[in-house]
């Protein structure tokens, strides 16, 4: 196989286990597929520009990037979505037009499939059925924002961190993905924290026999534990 072909092929592939697409049937997503083309992002890449986003769609094919918003009187930072392979952006922009004051930042190197976004809008009106996908993929954004503001109004420090670290579990393996390797800073700012608060609670953690920490890595022992720790201090707050 070419380079080119293969280039080709994996595009498809990543088309296909985006959630976007995953019922298109080949002759449709092969018509879309042409109107993609690849970039290639350093880590720390940060995609500051509102602009940019009303005029192209990403789909991440490799790495992880953050949306984020930030006050930059206060310096405070919040990550709205951390999003990996299969994840899209920006949608609110497709949908409705309009300028989405949100940021970006890869935190790793990462590669993207873009898409102008009337190519796209003409590929939906062509085929109108799949904008159900497209809803549906919004409507789970949204339920993962309804979760994430009550979490800060409702949630301490230490529930929240709990409930991160169980949302990132691989169930077939147990084990931690998505967040294993990020910075204290980074897990802070998903939590709405600070960087020496989060780090007080993971050694805590650690001392408890709930996670192992080495290497800049965190690894949860017993997911059972955590189950149990997030019981227990719901019922301690009751």
Known sequence: MHDKDFIHQNNYTVLQECGLFTDVPEEHLK?????????KWPRQTCLVHCEKFLFHFYIIKNGRVKMYHTDFDSAKEHTIFLLKKGDVFDLFCLLDGIKHKAYYECLDHTEVLAI?????????????????????????????LEENVSQLVFSDITTRLLH??????????NKLQNINDLPDKELAFLIGS????VNRHLQKMKKMGLIKISRSKVQVEDVSLLLQHLENNRINKN
């Not at 976004?117 to 954004?141: C, H, I, T, V």
Request: aromatic share 16%; net charge positive.
């Open 164 to 173: 991160l670290l169980l949302k990132n579990i691989d169930r077939t393996s």
């Open 194 to 197: 600070s960087r020496a608060v």
């Open 116 to 144: 102008p976004m009337d190519k796209l809008r003409s590929w939906l009106q062509s085929y109108p059925e799949y904008y159900k996908n497209f809803l549906s993929y919004a409507g789970r954004s949204m339920r993962m």
């Open 31 to 39: 018509v879309l597929l042409k109107n993609f083309y690849q970039e």
